[in-house]
């Protein structure tokens, strides 16, 4: 038997001592992954982070690493991977990989066995002693994926185990000593925009928080890697302050999937980085917790990378997962619709180059023609590239993501190598997600359990406080496009439900902000105490970032007195909402400290937000809607641009009148203007009425708002009048024969010269 020492080289992890005769080389340490990915999604289905050649139908560059050898020899081989698409019986092995040693290729190719992560053998290798190099070699460009090469004297195959860190692989890693020790007052798992929002908000009340998230790059579904736009409006409803910190670090995309560099990961690890509270934990997955009674002691997180584990102790922790793990792990209370969830998406982008380009032949992806899915206009496949209703998105998440890339590809085969060819001949992929975005799994249970009807019946809990504005948005696969996959449909529709103020929003309790059982445990984002109708409002990234700014808040009162997130509502209620109405940038160093409100804290907000149009207060004499009383029935509107503050107002009910009351400044004439936004639907003919209060002076004015106004920001001439100093005036626009919609944003008396 031969005696072997392997080092592993990797700048990333401390040395690897491995057992002699046997040799486990996890790929996610390889010391450059090349332009393989590292996934981390599915740890928890099949015990290990791993790398994936992730090439779009190009071979991605090798990954490489050099271990050392103290002694040469012959070696049997393994590789810990699979063929991922065996299980749906499809034709080819679009995972093909090799194994390179010392510059050779192992005369197998890997990922084209099983329907399972196993150990795929790869014959005897010959090892020399001293420095040997490994490279993963990617055939196809099509999602190959590897987890582990193992080297042994012996004949055996080694043990194929989808726990996390099992003994033997620990062993074999050579981490047999005690995690590392880190000691907080806040732990927060998850680095989305719940876990973001609640990290800061607790670290700028003076709490220790470790902020822990297993990608390398924060912001969950909200980052460059999976691309959706953070919506949901903010800083609003009963407490307007909620929502500054995430309006700090929220993405401005223009669309969703956006470009990388709309997601502007940087920004929010440089937002994250500069509290020097936070001690960010990016590539660390938490798999363990312990507890002491009904609550939790420490979560134990590995590095994805070299799989070094920290011990995180604290006094009171955060789910912000996604998934509910930490409560599921603690025994939290939880649930999970069984079927007809809302599924995962991976959305994808394309592009058309200046020379033809070609796209293999996909025969092992869903066999697709042009009718079969709708056509990815804009460039982009968008949100309802969904798919795993009734698929479990815990235990065979991995098998859900697979789908989605197979429904992709057999879409860009149809565009590239079916019926789409004639129109598509330069079309290129420019990128698909791998890293999925989930949409529903597990929720853990808190003291109340939000329901639509508490929504919509607008009822009134004393601790709401996050304000939800998005609409009760289910979603369901499309029938159109579900015939030919009925048992897993990949495009989906929303159904937006009525009932929630969308500019005010629903607020949403505290008390669906901890666990009912695990006494320390907060949560915040998709995993909090909701039932799916009601995960259709609160589940948008913006309003989950709120969720967690609330939860900050409330951490630092639990370490202030000593208490559990369930006293703050019991017994500080009160002083929760003392915070909550302090600006996003109060700080204070610790929670004894006192709080500073620093010179950049944004201006409050009303409750209907923080205008967004242009400002009346710098156009002299502009009174914008908002002053204006209005009878009959009257919408709001955003959409036609620029307008004042925070909109405008639009009716065509005949009963329907809007008045400015305008004031003259000085003695002299005035033209008097109103402004609106022309559009096909708005009125031919809308009476103007301009009166002064003694009913002295009346002029009536017809204006076609199907027309462009005659000057800036929408303004428009509906008469000149001569007015005393202080002289009240009053505009009426009317809805009666206006032959279309009234617009109504503002009005303003200009001097004339
Ligand atoms: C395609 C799609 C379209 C959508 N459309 C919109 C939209 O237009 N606007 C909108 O605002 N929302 C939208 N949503 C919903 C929204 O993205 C999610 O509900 C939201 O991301 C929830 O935020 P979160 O912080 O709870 O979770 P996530 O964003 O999922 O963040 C959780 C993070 O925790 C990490 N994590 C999980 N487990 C562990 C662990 N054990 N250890 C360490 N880290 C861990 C994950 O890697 C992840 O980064 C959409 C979702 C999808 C998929």
């Not at 981390?40 to 090798?62: C, W």
């Not at 726990?163 to 047999?176: S, V």
């Not at 428009?716 to 009234?742: C, D, F, P, Y």
Request: with cysteine.
């Amino acid at each position: 038997m031969n005696k072997l020492l392997v080092i592993s080289l990797l700048a990333l992890t401390p040395t690897l001592l491995l057992k002699a005769d046997r040799m486990l080389i996890e790929t996610e340490s390889f010391s450059d992954h090349g332009g393989w990915k590292l996934d981390t999604q599915f740890i928890r289905e099949m015990g290990s982070p791993y790398l994936m050649a992730h090439g779009l139908g190009n071979p991605v560059k090798d990954a490489t690493t050099t271990i050392e050898v103290k002694e040469g020899g012959n070696y049997q081989l393994f590789a810990r991977t699979k063929d991922w698409v065996a299980r749906w019986e499809a034709k080819g092995q679009p995972g093909r990989f090799q194994l390179i040693i010392n510059g050779t290729p192992v005369k197998t190719t890997f990922g084209t066995r099983g329907v399972k992560w196993d150990w795929q053998g790869g014959g005897k290798v010959t090892l020399k002693k001293g420095k040997n190099t490994l490279a993963l070699r990617d055939l196809t460009g099509f999602n190959g994926r590897c987890d582990a090469i193992y080297l042994t004297n012996y004949k055996e195959v080694p043990p194929n185990d989808s726990e996390i860190l099992p003994d033997w692989r620990r062993e074999m890693l050579g981490i047999t000593e005690k995690p590392l020790e880190k000691k907080y007052d806040l732990v927060v798992v998850g680095g989305g925009y719940s876990g973001m929002g609640a990290a800061i908000s607790a670290a700028r009340m003076g709490c220790k928080v470790a902020l822990i998230q297993d990608r390398g790059v924060l912001g969950g579904n909200g980052s460059s890697e999976v691309r959706v736009w953070a919506k949901g409006n903010i800083r609003r409803g009963k407490y307007p302050r909620i929502g500054e910190i995430i309006e700090e670090i929220a993405d401005k995309a223009k669309k969703s999937p956006g470009t990388y560099e709309e997601f502007e990961d940087e920004k929010k690890e440089r937002i994250v980085r500069a509290e020097k509270n936070i001690d960010l934990q990016l590539y660390h997955h938490a798999f363990k917790v312990e507890k002491k009674g009904n609550k939790i002691s420490a979560v134990h997180a590995f590095d994805v990378r070299s799989s070094q584990v920290t011990r995180f102790s604290g006094t009171l922790f955060v789910d912000a997962t996604g998934h509910g793990t930490i409560g599921y792990l603690a025994g939290a209370d939880h649930t999970m619709t069984e079927k007809g969830r809302m599924g995962m998406s991976n959305m994808w982008a394309w592009a058309n180059k200046e020379k033809a380009i070609s796209f293999p032949d996909t025969p092992w992806a869903l066999d697709l023609n042009m009718a079969d899915f709708p056509y990815p206009r804009d460039f982009h496949g968008q949100w309802f590239w969904e798919s795993g209703y009734d698929k479990d998105p815990l235990g065979d998440a991995e098998g859900i993501r697979d789908w989605n890339l197979r429904a992709v590809f057999g879409a860009f085969n149809a565009m590239k190598n079916r019926d789409g060819a004639d129109k598509h001949p330069n079309s290129i992929l420019t990128w698909v997600a791998y890293v999925g975005g989930p949409r529903e799994s597990r929720r853990l249970l808190g003291d109340v359990i939000l329901t639509e009807e508490d929504i919509v019946s607008k009822r009134d809990f004393p601790d709401g406080c996050v304000p939800s504005t998005w609409s009760i948005d289910l979603h369901y696969p499309k029938k159109q496009y579900a015939k030919k996959f009925p048992d897993n449909p990949f495009i989906s529709y929303a159904v937006h439900g009525k009932g929630v103020d969308r500019s005010y929003g629903y607020p949403v309790p505290y008390r669906c902000f901890y666990s009912r059982n695990i006494e320390n445990l907060f949560m915040a984002g998709r995993c909090i105490s909701v039932t799916h109708e009601a995960l259709g409002t609160v589940r948008v990234m913006k309003t989950c970032g709120m969720m967690g700014e609330v939860v900050g808040r409330a951490a630092s009162i639990c370490v202030k007195h000593d208490c559990l997130p369930r006293s703050v509502y019991e017994q500080h209620l009160g002083e929760l909402i003392e915070l909550i109405k302090l600006p996003g940038k109060a700080f204070r160093l610790t929670v004894n400290d006192k709080i500073t409100i620093p010179s950049d804290a944004m201006e409050i907000a009303g409750p209907h937000g923080a205008p967004n149009g242009l400002d009346p207060k710098k156009f002299p004499g502009v009174v914008d809607d908002a002053k204006a009383s209005f009878k009959g029935k009257w919408t709001k509107g955003q959409g036609l641009k620029p307008y004042f503050s925070y909109g405008y107002q639009y009716s065509s009910d005949p009963a329907s009148t809007a008045t400015f009351t305008l004031e003259a400044p000085e003695a002299g004439q005035y033209d008097t203007q109103i402004a609106y936004q022309p559009h096909p639907n708005r009125g031919k003919s809308v009476p103007v009425e301009v009166r002064t209060g003694d009913q002295r002076t009346k002029l009536i004015t017809v204006v076609n708002m199907t027309e462009k106004p005659s000057f800036k920001n929408g303004f428009h001439s509906v008469g000149r009048i001569t007015l005393r100093k202080g002289q009240k005036v009053m505009v009426e626009l009317s809805a009666k024969g206006a032959q279309g919609n009234v617009h109504v944003d503002a009005a303003k008396l200009l001097p004339v010269e």
